[in-house]
């Protein structure tokens, strides 16, 4: 059976998708299961029966073994990471192709065996010297990049301690595809700017001289997040000038002079624990994406909370998953029809798995 054209839900009204993705859930019960991360759109949020960051979306999708239908409303190196780690028989589904990550797409495989490449020579050998590290936000590939070549992946909550996993295996880590993460957690480790050097991607051993290179103790890839970098010094002072008493929380992919501002520092899960945790009547300051904001907000009415910047800092990609694709995905599994399933071939999937697997257990 060919799938319903997805134009014929765009030209629907509100309360006709929120009509449809009911009666579709109804119809498909335990057999599907939408996962909803915590920077989508509230329109597409409140149909979500899991929440959260990534990482926790995708384990807890494939503990629903009864789910043969994984509806990832969120980008799309989030529905690879739910198809390495899911059960076999489960389906990891995109409601739109084109949500994908721009902090993702700034380290490609090509660029990352290049950089390696370039390692090799300049150190005799890169395997057992340079552990690579790369941030879930990343392609498949270089998640299966890191599980030939002895690296991890890390999250936003557990980077200090999957980087404290490869320096007591190698000298140097490679760190990919967002600067300011590494940056800002090798400093909170210690580690002297001496011996953190930028790489970029787009010039020959990365704009480094072989010295630098043979001196890191991290080498940061040169890349971050668009929402993130929007976040700015000036931004702190301000709230805090306004706001007697005011405290500010930042993502750790903000840049390290925001952190350095910051009273606290943290993942998602983090942040929205901080608040929720704290006293009725405590004014926050934070720098995320403004739909978590936003929603932080809503749920703790007893607090003041405001976006850290003056101006409109969204995730515009994972913005794509809009009710009509969602609707439009659901109607077309009730007629059992498959469309954008996500799926990450083999061999890549178990060298993914297997960098995803250190991570598990270094946690």
Request: glycine share 6%.
């Amino acid at each position: 059976m060919n799938p319903k054209p997805i134009e014929d839900f765009i030209a629907l009204s509100e309360a006709e998708h929120i009509d449809i993705i009911q009666k579709a859930k109804a119809a498909l019960g335990d057999r599907v299961v939408i996962l909803g991360h915590h920077y989508q759109r509230d329109e597409v949020f409140q149909f979500s029966d899991i929440t959260g960051d990534s990482l926790k979306l995708s384990r807890e999708a494939s503990n629903r073994g009864e789910a043969d239908f994984i509806v990832f409303c969120g980008v799309h190196f989030m529905a690879e990471t739910a198809d390495i780690l899911c059960q076999p028989h489960q389906q990891v589904i995109l409601p739109d192709l084109s949500a994908g990550c721009s902090m993702a797409d700034m380290a490609d495989a090509p660029q990352v065996e290049q950089c390696w490449s370039e390692l090799d020579a300049i150190l005799g050998g890169a395997d057992g010297k340079v552990i690579p590290v790369t941030y879930i936000n990343s392609s498949a590939e270089l998640k299966a990049f890191c599980g030939r070549h002895g690296g991890i992946v890390c999250t936003s909550s557990n980077a200090r301690k999957i980087l404290e996993w490869a320096w007591a295996r190698g000298r140097t880590v490679l760190f990919f595809p967002d600067e300011h993460l590494g940056r800002n957690t090798a400093h909170r480790m210690g580690v002297a700017d001496a011996a953190m050097h930028v790489w970029d991607p787009f010039q020959v051993k990365g704009g480094l001289s072989d010295a630098a290179i043979q001196g890191a103790k991290i080498l940061l890839w040169k890349g971050y997040c668009s929402v993130h970098q929007m976040f700015q010094p000036a931004h702190v002072a301000m709230w805090r000038q306004r706001i007697a008493g005011v405290k500010v929380i930042a993502h750790p992919e903000c840049c390290q002079a925001v952190c350095d501002l910051a009273d606290e520092v943290g993942s998602t899960e983090m942040m929205i624990q901080a608040v929720k945790n704290s006293p009725p009547g405590s004014k926050w300051v934070v720098g995320t994406e403004l739909n978590l904001v936003n929603r932080l907000a809503a749920q703790n009415p007893d607090k003041e909370i405001h976006f850290m910047s003056p101006t409109i800092c969204m995730c515009s990609t994972m913005f794509r998953i809009d009710p009509a694709h969602l609707a439009w995905t659901l109607a077309n599994l009730v007629d059992g029809v498959v469309v954008n399933r996500i799926t990450v071939p083999e061999p890549q999937k178990a060298e993914a798995r297997l960098s995803l697997q250190r991570m598990l257990e270094a946690s």
